[in-house]
């Protein structure tokens, strides 16, 4: 997919909204009652369904063909991301590309995307923008754009990247140091017309950044591992 071109940043001084989210707090009533992959990016563009769309450059819809085998779910866009209007072209994005290569997973056969579509931070001085966390009311916010995603996608498989995508599906005692690197069911909580065949817990890419320098390399290594059991479960369900 091609990027959609950064519009004007709001308020730079102000941040994103951290106090308690009022107005609107569903994004139901902007996104397509028959979704189709262009229909809900342009859709999502006017999304007022939180708060968060304020202080943001853009909605940053998911990148990859709807026929993809592999759905990978991250948190938030980032800085980058929000300005050039994909996921996963910052920082942790460079890490991930790195991870997959990797282990082994093709990333044509890859769509990402994340489970908050606008970017919340706060001022950090002059024009540095620092990443905040979304809040529980962000995600249920958003999950109707992520459901109709999931209209629209077939997955053999899912990858959560972080915390905040593993409790969008199973809730919020969902902790990704204990889940990560096994394969588990889709949540049956989360109904989905086709839901994939397992889903795969992992750390964000992010956390390898923030990571004190001589863990690094060790997660890494462990968010290649994981991404590896990704690629190899893919290959065991090709029917070729």
């Known amino acids: 997919m091609v990027a959609s071109p950064p519009r004007a940043q709001r308020n730079p001084q102000h941040g994103a909204h951290s106090g308690p989210m009022t107005d609107r707090t569903d994004a139901r009533p902007w996104v397509p009652a028959d979704p189709t992959p262009d229909s809900l990016r342009e859709a999502l563009q006017g999304c007022r369904g939180c708060e968060l769309h304020a202080d943001a450059t853009q909605a940053v819809p998911g990148r990859g063909t709807f026929d993809a085998r592999l759905l990978l779910l991250g948190e938030q866009p980032g800085d980058q991301e929000d300005r050039q209007g994909a996921p996963f072209v910052g920082p942790a994005g460079r890490v991930l590309v790195d991870a997959l290569d990797e282990a082994g997973v093709d990333r044509s056969d890859v769509y990402v995307t994340?489970?908050?579509k606008h970017f919340r931070w706060r001022s950090g001085g002059g024009k540095r923008r620092i990443h905040q966390s979304p809040g529980r009311a962000h995600v249920?916010?958003?999950r109707p754009w992520l459901d109709a995603e999931l209209s629209l996608l077939r997955p053999v498989g899912a990858v959560l990247l972080g915390?905040?995508?593993?409790k969008a599906l199973y809730g919020s005692t969902f902790r990704v140091g204990e889940a990560r690197s096994v394969l588990r069911d889709w949540p049956e909580k989360y109904p989905v017309a086709h839901p994939p065949a397992w889903v795969l817990a992992t750390l964000h890419p992010s956390a390898v950044l923030r990571a004190d320098p001589a863990d690094r390399q060790d997660l890494?290594?462990?968010?290649?591992?994981d991404l590896r059991l990704a690629a190899t479960t893919l290959k065991d369900a090709d029917p070729s």
Not at 163 to 166: D, S
Not at 220 to 225: D, T
């Open 114 to 116: 994340n489970t908050v």
């Open 140 to 142: 249920e916010a958003c």
């Open 163 to 166: 915390g905040t995508a593993g």
């Open 220 to 225: 890494y290594a462990g968010l290649v591992a």
